[in-house]
Structure formats: structure tokens, C-alpha cells
């Protein structure tokens, strides 16, 4: 949802309601929830909307949870920062809050009854079928979270649809025959694929050292920090059926699978148990962090960890990284247990000595050579095309599913998706790692497919509301100002 969001972000925007409404079902999760300098609280003013921190922090939170997913838990501050998470959560914010001063200033509201509505549809405050309040409140209690500020939340979202959907015009039958012969135009090609397997580069160590001491910069070794950790384990705390079934109750909205559907007390009861033995040993985690305090008690083990080593959350990192040496962090879940941290030293990063940072040196190196010499013979073989050895294709249309060897499906997608963008009767096309080097040879319509009516009107309507959503965005931009007073939200 979120990379489709930044794709699409200037156009098709009444689906942003939906990221709200679908995060609820993981659940809010505080990683990299920021922490900002503010303007009473706000972090920016949107023509006569003020936008809070706590905003800010919730959407950059759903997008941080949304990555870190994707990347399979790899996430840590630096990378969110390199990808420019906080700059996207707040463009989004902005371009909600655009929509929000239109519908404020044009009387468009959304009323009790329709959030009562809304509410009651979502899938997670749901038992049976129906709208739970045991869940609901359950729910807010555990996110600390008021129903007034998740209501008016909801209430915000539905208003952003209500008014983009008064842009809904349907397509005029002349569009309709546009699209069509858009989506049913073929080109028969010639073409010829080339790899960096097909690039020989030859390495040299003078070279090499060359391109290190150039780029020194980019080889640094990770902050590190040397700490002292105390662990309370949870295994050996004891949890009874009864206890468990009412632990469910209160928290099963966040027992959930891969699709977001809630699973039975079943499903969920091993994470159920692991997650009640937790709640059970932090009283003792809290004594034992006091102890470690006071220097009554030792530390289980001594560590020196790069900074965002999978050993620790990225909550716990991140807290990590706020602190100095000395300090004592209070017990935090790692590994299935609690772990109260002493940061001893804080190692800084250096720069890597060319034997250190060689085999990593080398690989990007290469790469950029072979890199270097596929765009020149790409360009070279363009030049003399027509005595190049390449292959012939079938007729090619936008929805048709080829394998253009030697490109797999992905590739071969991609290739023909730029294509037919193309202006250009031969060219070239990078894909992934690849160039294509190609001709139209032929080119015709097709008969429009009488079973592709429904997805020619559809994409026709969708693109005619693209087109009006685009221009009223337009219109916002000049309408309502934005007012930033904190540095780092905008690029």
C-alpha cells in the first residue's frame, strides 16, 4: 500500500483512507516513531490546519512497520532516514490535509452516524461477525489511545474520500475507443539482449586502491557500542488455560495472519503464551534492573555489537542511540526475554582500512565497470543494429504475457511496459541489470476483445478521474499553503 502510495501520490489518492484503517490490523508499533521540535505541539501548519507531532509520528510509524515488513525486519533509523521515511509521512499528511481544508472550506463533512458506520466494518473490532466495544476498547487501552482521537482519525479519512469521490466522472464513449486502441496496439520487434555476464573487466590492485582512497567515505565501519546486559528470562513463568483465554480476549486483535484475518485462540495460543510469560516476568525484569542499578547485581554477559544487530530490536536500538556511555536502559524484550542494558562505550565509526573494506571495494567496483562497458557496447550495437544478431518477436501488446528469452516473465514485463511508453522506433531499454537494444519492425491494432469492455471502461474511468484529482491537487498547491516549522519534513 505505501509504495503504491508514493508511486501514485499525485494522482488516485482516495485510497490514503485505506492505510489508516489496514494498519490497525498489525497493529501500532512505536518503532521509529520520531521525536520532533514543535510549534505548540505541531510540526507544520496546512493552509488553516495545524498538523500535530502525534500525526506525524502515527503515519511515520505505519510506514516504518510497512518497510521493515518488506525487508524482512532489517529496518533500522539510518536506512529510514537514507529512504527518506519521515519526508514521505509527512508529504502524505500534507496531501490529506490539503483535501481536509477543501472540505472544510466547501462544507463537506462526514457525520456520526457514518464513523459509527465506518467503525463498526472494521475487520479487527469484529467477534462473530459483529462489532465488539470489549475489543475496541480493549484495543485503544493497549495503544493508549483515545476513542476521540482514533474516531477523529477515521472521521479525516472518510472526509479525504467523500470529497475526492465527488471527482468521479464516468468516460465519455470517445475515450473509451482511446483506451482501447491504447491497450490493443501490437509491435512485432527485433531485438538483442545483453548482460554484464557477457562483460569481462579485468580488476587491478592499483586500480582498485585508486577507487578506494577516492570513495573512503563510503566504506566506514558501523557505530558500535560495548554493553553490558542483564537478561530476565520469561520461559519459567507459569500460565494457566484460564489465564490465557482471558489474555486472548483482551488482546486478540493482535494475534493475526499474513492476510491480516484474526486467528482462533488455537492458532494464536504458543505466541499467546510466549507473550503472557512476558507480561508475568516484567515485574521481576523492573527489580532486577534496580539492582543492576545500585551494583547489586552483575551483568549476564559483555557484548560489542555493531549499531541495528539482529540480537536487539529496533526499539531497543533506537533508544540505544539517544543515550551516552554510563546510562542504564530500562528492560526492554529481546529474544524472548527482558534485557536491561548498561552502555559501557560507544565506538564511533572509521574509516576501513583498504584490506578491511577490499572484497566489498572490489564487488561494487567491478559492477560499476561492467556497468560502464554494457551501456558502451549497448550503444555500439544500437549504432550497427542491423548487423547485430537478434531475434524476432511475435506481435507484442500491452496485455499480453510474454517471455522475451533470454529475459524471465518480471523482465520481459518490464521490458514491454517501457516500450510502449517509448517514442522512440529503435532504442534501447535497461532492465534490472540488463539492455535491450531494439526495432519495430511492424506495428498494427488489434481487434478490440469483446471480454475486455469491463477493463476498458474501467481503466477509462480511472484514468479521467486521474486526470481531474490531478488538477485539483494542483489547485490545492496553490490554494493552501504549507507552513514547515521543523526542519528535515520536507526534501
Same mark, same amino acid.
Not at 467503525?119 to 484495543?139: A, P, T, W
Not at 557477457?198 to 585508486?210: D, F, G, H, N, Q
Not at 540480537?311 to 530500562?330: F, N
Given at each position: 500500500?505505501?509504495?503504491?502510495?508514493?508511486?501514485?501520490?499525485?494522482?488516485?489518492?482516495?485510497?490514503?483512507?485505506?492505510?489508516?484503517?489496514?494498519?490497525?490490523?498489525?497493529?501500532?508499533?512505536?518503532?521509529?516513531?520520531?521525536?520532533?521540535?514543535?510549534?505548540?505541539?505541531?510540526?507544520? #501548519?496546512?493552509? /488553516?490546519?495545524?498538523?500535530?507531532?502525534?500525526?506525524?509520528?502515527?503515519?511515520?510509524?505505519?510506514?516504518?512497520?510497512?518497510?521493515?515488513?518488506?525487508?524482512?525486519?532489517?529496518?533500522?533509523?539510518?536506512?529510514?532516514?537514507?529512504?527518506?521515511?519521515?519526508?514521505?509521512?509527512?508529504? =502524505?499528511?500534507?496531501?490529506? *490535509?490539503?483535501?481536509?481544508?477543501?472540505?472544510?472550506?466547501?462544507?463537506?463533512?462526514?457525520?456520526?452516524?457514518?464513523?459509527?458506520?465506518?467503525?463498526?466494518? =472494521?475487520?479487527?473490532?469484529?467477534?462473530?461477525?459483529?462489532?465488539?466495544?470489549?475489543?475496541?476498547?480493549?484495543?485503544? #487501552?493497549?495503544?493508549?489511545? $483515545?476513542?476521540?482521537?482514533?474516531?477523529?482519525?477515521?472521521?479525516?479519512?472518510?472526509?479525504?474520500?467523500?470529497?475526492?469521490?465527488?471527482?468521479?466522472?464516468?468516460?465519455?464513449?470517445?475515450?473509451?475507443?482511446?483506451?482501447?486502441? !491504447?491497450?490493443?496496439?501490437?509491435?512485432?520487434?527485433?531485438?538483442?539482449?545483453?548482460?554484464?555476464?557477457?562483460?569481462?573487466?579485468? =580488476?587491478?590492485?592499483?586500480?582498485?586502491? !585508486?577507487?578506494?582512497?577516492?570513495?573512503?567515505?563510503?566504506?566506514?565501519?558501523?557505530?558500535?557500542?560495548? &554493553?553490558?546486559?542483564?537478561? $530476565?528470562?520469561?520461559?519459567?513463568?507459569?500460565?494457566? /488455560?484460564?489465564?490465557?483465554?482471558?489474555?486472548?480476549?483482551?488482546?486478540?486483535?493482535?494475534?493475526?495472519?499474513?492476510?491480516?484475518?484474526?486467528?482462533?485462540?488455537?492458532?494464536?495460543?504458543?505466541?499467546?503464551?510466549?507473550?503472557?510469560?512476558?507480561?508475568?516476568?516484567?515485574?521481576? !525484569?523492573?527489580?532486577?534492573?534496580?539492582?543492576?542499578? #545500585?551494583?547489586?547485581?552483575?551483568?549476564?554477559?559483555?557484548?560489542?555489537?555493531?549499531?541495528?544487530?539482529?540480537?536487539?530490536?529496533?526499539?531497543?536500538?533506537?533508544?540505544i542511540q539517544q543515550k551516552s556511555a554510563g546510562e542504564i536502559l530500562k528492560p526492554k524484550i529481546a529474544d524472548g526475554?527482558?534485557?536491561?542494558?548498561?552502555?559501557?562505550?560507544?565506538?564511533?565509526?572509521?574509516?576501513?582500512?583498504?584490506?578491511?573494506?577490499?572484497?566489498?571495494?572490489? *564487488?561494487?567496483?567491478?559492477?560499476?565497470?561492467?556497468?560502464?562497458?554494457?551501456?558502451?557496447?549497448?550503444?555500439?550495437?544500437?549504432?550497427?543494429?542491423?548487423?547485430?544478431?537478434? *531475434?524476432?518477436?511475435?506481435?507484442? *501488446?500491452?496485455?499480453?504475457?510474454?517471455?522475451?528469452?533470454?529475459?524471465?516473465?518480471?523482465?520481459? &514485463?518490464?521490458?514491454?511496459?517501457? &516500450?510502449?511508453?517509448?517514442?522512440?522506433?529503435?532504442?534501447? =531499454?535497461?532492465v534490472v541489470d540488463k539492455v535491450v537494444i531494439y526495432k519495430i519492425l511492424e506495428q498494427k491494432v488489434l481487434p478490440?476483445?469483446?471480454?475486455?469492455?469491463?477493463?476498458?471502461? @474501467?481503466?477509462?474511468?480511472?484514468?479521467?478521474?486521474?486526470?481531474?484529482?490531478?488538477?485539483? &491537487? @494542483?489547485?490545492?498547491?496553490?490554494?493552501?499553503?504549507?507552513?514547515?516549522?521543523?526542519?528535515?519534513? $520536507?526534501?
Amino acid at each position: 500500500m505505501i509504495s503504491w502510495m508514493q508511486r501514485h501520490n499525485k494522482y488516485l489518492v482516495w485510497t490514503i483512507w485505506v492505510a489508516t484503517i489496514a494498519f490497525i490490523g498489525a497493529g501500532f508499533v512505536g518503532w521509529g516513531s520520531y521525536s520532533f521540535g514543535s510549534k505548540a505541539g505541531n510540526v507544520a #501548519k496546512v493552509g /488553516e490546519i495545524e498538523i500535530p507531532q502525534s500525526r506525524l509520528n502515527m503515519v511515520y510509524s505505519d510506514i516504518y512497520q510497512d518497510y521493515n515488513q518488506r525487508m524482512q525486519g532489517q529496518l533500522d533509523e539510518a536506512k529510514a532516514k537514507e529512504l527518506g521515511l519521515v519526508q514521505q509521512a509527512f508529504s =502524505i499528511i500534507a496531501l490529506q *490535509t490539503k483535501i481536509l481544508n477543501f472540505a472544510k472550506e466547501n462544507g463537506i463533512i462526514v457525520s456520526d452516524e457514518e464513523v459509527a458506520e465506518a467503525l463498526k466494518g =472494521i475487520r479487527v473490532f469484529q467477534k462473530n461477525g459483529q462489532f465488539s466495544k470489549e475489543i475496541y476498547d480493549s484495543y485503544l #487501552k493497549n495503544r493508549r489511545m $483515545t476513542a476521540k482521537t482514533f474516531e477523529g482519525s477515521l472521521r479525516e479519512e472518510l472526509t479525504i474520500a467523500k470529497t475526492l469521490n465527488l471527482l468521479t466522472v464516468k468516460a465519455l464513449p470517445f475515450e473509451k475507443e482511446v483506451v482501447s486502441s !491504447a491497450i490493443n496496439i501490437a509491435d512485432r520487434i527485433a531485438y538483442k539482449v545483453l548482460t554484464p555476464d557477457a562483460i569481462e573487466v579485468e =580488476i587491478k590492485e592499483e586500480e582498485l586502491r !585508486a577507487y578506494w582512497e577516492e570513495k573512503k567515505k563510503n566504506f566506514m565501519t558501523p557505530r558500535a557500542y560495548r &554493553l553490558s546486559i542483564l537478561w $530476565t528470562e520469561s520461559a519459567g513463568a507459569e500460565v494457566t /488455560e484460564e489465564e490465557l483465554q482471558k489474555f486472548f480476549a483482551e488482546n486478540s486483535f493482535n494475534y493475526t495472519d499474513q492476510e491480516g484475518k484474526q486467528l482462533t485462540f488455537e492458532e494464536a495460543k504458543e505466541a499467546l503464551t510466549d507473550d503472557l510469560k512476558l507480561k508475568k516476568s516484567k515485574k521481576s !525484569a523492573q527489580k532486577a534492573y534496580i539492582a543492576f542499578k #545500585k551494583g547489586e547485581l552483575s551483568s549476564s554477559e559483555t557484548l560489542t555489537l555493531p549499531v541495528n544487530d539482529a540480537r536487539l530490536t529496533a526499539e531497543i536500538w533506537e533508544e540505544i542511540q539517544q543515550k551516552s556511555a554510563g546510562e542504564i536502559l530500562k528492560p526492554k524484550i529481546a529474544d524472548g526475554r527482558y534485557a536491561t542494558l548498561k552502555i559501557e562505550e560507544v565506538i564511533e565509526p572509521r574509516a576501513k582500512t583498504f584490506a578491511e573494506a577490499e572484497a566489498e571495494a572490489r *564487488t561494487i567496483y567491478k559492477a560499476e565497470k561492467q556497468q560502464e562497458a554494457l551501456q558502451a557496447l549497448a550503444e555500439k550495437t544500437l549504432q550497427n543494429f542491423d548487423d547485430a544478431n537478434t *531475434t524476432t518477436s511475435e506481435f507484442l *501488446t500491452l496485455n499480453q504475457n510474454v517471455n522475451l528469452a533470454p529475459l524471465n516473465y518480471d523482465e520481459s &514485463l518490464h521490458f514491454t511496459q517501457k &516500450l510502449f511508453t517509448s517514442t522512440e522506433e529503435k532504442g534501447m =531499454i535497461s532492465v534490472v541489470d540488463k539492455v535491450v537494444i531494439y526495432k519495430i519492425l511492424e506495428q498494427k491494432v488489434l481487434p478490440a476483445d469483446g471480454n475486455q469492455s469491463a477493463a476498458i471502461t @474501467q481503466t477509462a474511468d480511472q484514468l479521467k478521474k486521474g486526470i481531474f484529482e490531478n488538477n485539483f &491537487l @494542483q489547485m490545492l498547491d496553490k490554494k493552501y499553503p504549507v507552513e514547515v516549522y521543523v526542519q528535515g519534513l $520536507t526534501n
